[in-house]
């Protein structure tokens, strides 16, 4: 599986990001999607994560601001940022899991007015 994510850049404070991870390669055998982020001197964090049959978890710190969905049709997972704060500033990665772990790129996000 090959993940290709995009979508990041330099945002102001309250505003919106809608990030794009598109997969490619063997997505029959993708279980659930996902996306991290990592800020600087953090450990990766799990932030919401998407299973193949719609069911979605997302962190305390994000929850009721972002939205993960996928268009099964385009194999693309989305994750909508909304009132976004300086502490959501980090590189955000795209992850599947099938038998084992895949990683798209990170793509960063910057939170700054």
């Known amino acids: 599986v090959q993940l290709q994510a995009s979508g990041g850049g330099l945002v102001q404070p309250g505003g919106s990001l809608r990030l794009s991870c598109a997969a490619s390669?063997?997505?029959?055998?993708?279980?659930?999607m996902g996306w991290y982020r990592q800020a600087p001197g953090k450990q990766r964090e799990l932030i919401a994560r998407?299973?193949?049959?719609?069911?979605?978890n997302y962190a305390d710190s994000v929850k009721g601001r972002f939205t993960i969905s996928r268009d099964n049709a385009k194999n693309t997972v989305y994750l909508q940022m909304n009132s976004l704060k300086p502490e959501d500033t980090a590189v955000y990665y795209c992850?599947?899991?099938?038998?084992?772990?895949?990683w798209g790129q990170g793509t960063l996000v910057t939170v700054s007015s």
């Open positions: 390669g063997s997505i029959f055998s993708i279980r659930t």
């Open positions: 992850n599947a899991v099938t038998t084992t772990s895949h």
């Open positions: 998407i299973t193949s049959g719609g069911a979605t």
